[in-house]
């Protein structure tokens, strides 16, 4: 049917109908070969009712059908208007026909309906893999052998990893990256990264030192960025309300700003 969960078989199904719909009734006489109405011979009308009942069972199974056995194109089957034929079985048979080409061309051909077990399916297929995920960017931040550069990255992958991606073990260890690495796009890619679905007030203490003692402005610029998220707590207000004033850098300065005005919506 229609409504069945496989919409490939419902367009095979109605591409069968449209098919059978044409054939039989050039067969019987009522289109001419290029798809025009005929007119109606009132003198024949006796003869088209055999063809008309066997039309009318086809249609029928076809809007019931689930399983096409035969797949007819619906591209290769010309759709002409149909002028009323004064016989209320065939108008209706036409009315049915339209409609299965209205749903037909309102479906995307090949695409499959979720059933309400499909969705779920997949809905858990992703939860486990976002579980996985979590668990290898936490394994590397933790790993005592990895890299500044693997630690980094699943801090990367934890930003988009849910409020509950992070533990305090996680934040620690990040903190610690952005406040001593050698490196000054590490100590800013720590802190812009920070900037994550998840929060915890852990960062703070590193946020507001990086704001305050970096050398490097673009550090303090990531960081006067990403203090927006606590910018509610006293502590936090002062120093960006202090940056936004007196820090050297332009940049720093506007990010403070920023991050005061959005802070207290």
Do not use: C, H
Not at 26 to 43: K, M, N, T, Y
Not at 74 to 99: G, H, K, N
Not at 205 to 222: F, K
């Amino acid at each position: 049917m229609i409504g069945s969960p496989n919409a490939g078989a419902a367009n095979q199904s109605v591409a069968i109908g449209i098919g059978v719909f044409a054939l039989i009734l050039a067969s019987i006489g009522l289109f001419r070969a290029d798809g025009a109405p005929r007119a109606v011979d009132e003198s024949r009308a006796p003869d088209t009712l055999p063809a008309l009942d066997d039309l009318t069972r086809r249609v029928v199974a076809l809007e019931q059908r689930t399983e096409p056995r035969v797949v007819v194109p619906t591209s290769a089957i010309e759709r002409t208007e149909r002028a009323s034929l004064q016989d209320p079985r065939v108008d209706d048979l036409a009315s049915r026909v339209a409609r299965l080409e209205a749903e037909s061309a309102r479906r995307d051909p090949g695409s499959v309906a979720e059933s309400p077990r499909v969705a779920a399916d997949d809905l858990e297929r992703r939860r486990v893999a976002q579980q996985q995920l979590v668990a290898t960017a936490r394994n590397a931040i933790l790993d005592p052998r990895a890299t500044e550069a693997a630690k980094l990255e699943g801090w990367k992958q934890l930003r988009n990893g849910g409020p509950d991606a992070w533990t305090d073990a996680i934040v620690d260890e990040m903190v610690r990256i952005g406040l001593t690495s050698n490196d000054v796009n590490v100590r800013a890619d720590v802190w812009r990264q920070a900037d994550a679905n998840a929060r915890s007030e852990r960062l703070v203490p590193g946020l507001l030192q990086a704001l305050t003692g970096d050398a490097d402005g673009r550090v303090r610029e990531e960081a006067a960025e990403t203090l927006e998220n606590y910018a509610k707590l006293p502590q936090v207000r002062l120093a960006l309300e202090a940056a936004a004033v007196n820090d050297p850098e332009e940049k720093v300065r506007r990010f403070a700003r920023q991050s005061i005005e959005k802070g207290s919506r």
